[in-house]
Nanobody
Framework: QVQLVESGGGLVQPGESLRLFCVAS????????MGWYRQTPGKQRELVAR???????DYTDSVKGRFTISRDNAKNTVYLQMNSLKPEDTAVYYC???????????????WGQGTQVTVSS
């Protein structure tokens, strides 16, 4: 079983930065791809960024050049550095990972509880 704990959200003004953290905990698993998704009222949850265990990244077009996803495999941690934040970035951000369960010999997807990011003047 994997648990994801997020932190780093908050209220900032346009143009400012935030750094999100997500730590995966548990035992008997190996995390593969990790990512960040976001959701606003009335919209479906969308991919923001994801990163493979080998460091290959993927970003949604609206955050390219502004956000950077990274990970520390030894700490089972994924980060999202968000620069030049815009009001349209306001959303609940969710940590996500795909992990291999060594006990049950299966892959599963896990989600964090979400952290609020609000960009407003």
């Amino acid at each position: 079983q994997v648990q994801l704990v997020e932190s780093g959200g908050g209220l900032v003004q346009p143009g400012e930065s935030l750094r999100l953290f997500c730590v995966a905990s548990g035992s008997g698993f190996r995390i593969n791809t990790m990512g960040w998704y976001r959701q606003t009222p009335g919209k479906q949850r969308e991919l923001v960024a994801r990163i493979t265990v080998d460091g290959i990244t993927d970003y949604t077009d609206s955050v390219k050049g502004r956000f950077t996803i990274s990970r520390d495999n030894a700490k089972n941690t994924v980060y999202l550095q968000m620069n030049s934040l815009k009001p349209e970035d306001t959303a609940v951000y969710y940590c996500n990972c795909n992990a291999y369960d060594r006990i049950n010999l299966s892959y599963n997807t896990y989600w964090g509880q979400g952290t609020q990011v609000t960009v407003s003047s």
